[in-house]
């Protein structure tokens, strides 16, 4: 959040460790959700660690970690990313700025920062006030009413002073970076035709190989390969084969 003014330079952003990534098509919410929480059970058995979960604010995905959560007896914390708060304040700003107005920066810096600071549902308050006092009509304040309804709702997901305390991200830039190579980079291509399975199977293969999980998968594959061709029994008898 340093402005163009600022002569420090920020401090380099940490590097991910130790990432865990998964992909469907086929499954929904609920079954990719609890493939995510047998991920971190197998690390944190004892569920000693904190637990969080950084998401774009999709209502459902909320209540699926949230159900999961409680079905296993683990409190989590979830976070929501930071810049979709910043998408929603550049929208508003364009109810109350000329679009290319470089004033609108600044508007939205000096929110992005009080958020930062904890006051998210101080600004959602301050927004629409500005957008009743200025006599907006509904067509032009949506955007505005949109943002600072976002920031209310999502309040209980912005408490950035205790997260960036502790360390965790608050922004998905390392989710949308795997999205691009995991997923875009080998199905977004031009012409590419995909079936559900196919496209499956597809996303399993780069997850395991992106995890590192390639060689071991790949001799459990030939194993079982092996027993289902060569081994294969049938009403308790092996199955003959030709010479």
Excluded at 36 to 46: K, S, T
Excluded at 179 to 206: F, H, I, N, P, Q
Aim: hydrophobic share 40%; proline share 3%.
């Amino acid at each position: 959040m340093a402005s163009k003014a600022d002569e420090e330079q920020p401090p380099k952003a940490p590097k991910a460790k130790n990432k865990w990534l998964t992909a469907s098509v086929v499954e929904d919410a609920a079954e990719v959700v609890r493939r995510l929480f047998d991920e971190a059970d197998r690390r944190d058995p004892g569920h000693e660690r904190r637990c969080v979960a950084l998401v774009d604010g999709n209502n459902h995905q909320i209540d699926r970690i949230g159900a999961e959560a409680k079905a296993r007896g683990i409190d989590v914390t979830i976070v929501v990313d930071l810049v979709h708060v910043l998408e929603y304040l550049w929208a508003a700003a364009w109810c109350f700025f000329a679009e290319g107005d470089t004033a609108a920066e600044n508007w939205v810096r000096d929110r992005a920062l009080s958020v930062l600071e904890g006051h998210a549902r101080e600004v959602a308050s301050g927004i629409s006030r500005r957008a009743t006092a200025g006599g907006l009509t509904m067509s032009t304040r949506k955007k505005a009413d949109e943002a600072a309804r976002y920031l209310k709702n999502k309040a209980p997901y912005l408490d950035y002073p205790t997260a960036l305390a502790a360390g965790w991200p608050i922004a998905t830039g390392i989710i949308e970076g795997a999205v691009r190579y995991v997923v875009r980079d080998r199905m977004d291509v031009t012409g590419a035709r995909w079936s559900v399975e196919g496209a499956e199977a597809v996303l399993k293969l780069r997850a395991i190989r992106a995890n590192g999980d390639f060689d071991d998968y790949w001799r459990f594959h030939l194993e079982h390969e092996r027993h289902r061709v060569h081994e294969s029994r049938y009403d308790g008898g092996i199955i003959p084969l030709a010479a």
